[in-house]
């Protein structure tokens, strides 16, 4: 791919792929947050289980003004007026998304 269809050494189907991910994970994890829980992926000697955490209102609150929640709502709101303009002009990059 030529230097000009790439945006922060990124390529068009990368950015795409970026946001789709964090995007799709956001909406899952805000979902969970919304019911007062979340979950967590552990390992034990049996395989892996998922445990599910219970939260108050207030840890709610205080997970969303967690730094790494606040990263995450800050990529996707940056990529998507980009991502919605590759999608607008590359047909190609549809099939990906597909």
Known sequence: ???????????????VLVYDRFNDYLKELN?????NIVHERTVTDRGEAIRVH???DKEVVEFKNSEYYR???SIVDKL???VELIKESE???ESLVK
């Open 1 to 15: 791919m030529s230097e000009e269809k790439r945006f922060a050494g990124l390529t068009n189907e990368e950015l």
């Open 31 to 35: 979902s969970k947050l919304d019911k």
């Open 54 to 56: 219970h939260l108050s």
């Open 71 to 73: 990263y995450s709502t």
């Open 80 to 82: 998507s007026p980009i």
């Open 91 to 93: 047909i190609s990059i």
